[in-house]
């Protein structure tokens, strides 16, 4: 069992930056496993998009075509991974999610506006 929270959505404006958090945990006394943790979106009416994984071993992150150069991810401690979104464009708009080992979190919202 894995649990996410993610944290720090909010509204923006187009050509502004947010950064989110994901928070991990599991059962006391077990540990994450080494599989990576991966950031998703889902816009209104769209299909969940991939955005970027990160290595829960070694922090070695991959993006999507559609958020590299824009998005940075990286696992900030044990427990904590983050999502650092700049450049931010009115269709990145979504609720994001984070993910590791099949669990989900709720997701936060990212409204950008024009």
């Known amino acids: 069992q894995v649990r996410l929270e993610e944290s720090g959505g909010g509204l923006v404006q187009a050509g502004g930056s947010l950064k989110l958090s994901c928070a991990v945990s599991?059962?006391?006394?077990?540990?994450?496993?080494?599989?990576?943790l991966a950031w998703f979106r889902r816009a209104p009416g769209k299909e969940r998009e991939f955005l970027a994984a990160?290595?829960?071993?070694?922090?070695?992150t991959e993006y999507a075509e559609s958020v590299k150069g824009r998005f940075t991810a990286w696992r900030d401690n044990a427990n904590t991974a983050v999502l650092q979104m700049n450049s931010l464009k009115p269709e990145d708009t979504a609720v994001y999610y984070c993910s590791k080992d099949d669990f989900w979190g709720q997701g936060t919202q990212v409204t950008v506006s024009s």
């Open positions: 599991t059962a006391p006394g077990r540990s994450l496993s080494t599989y990576a």
């Open positions: 990160i290595s829960w071993s070694d922090g070695s």
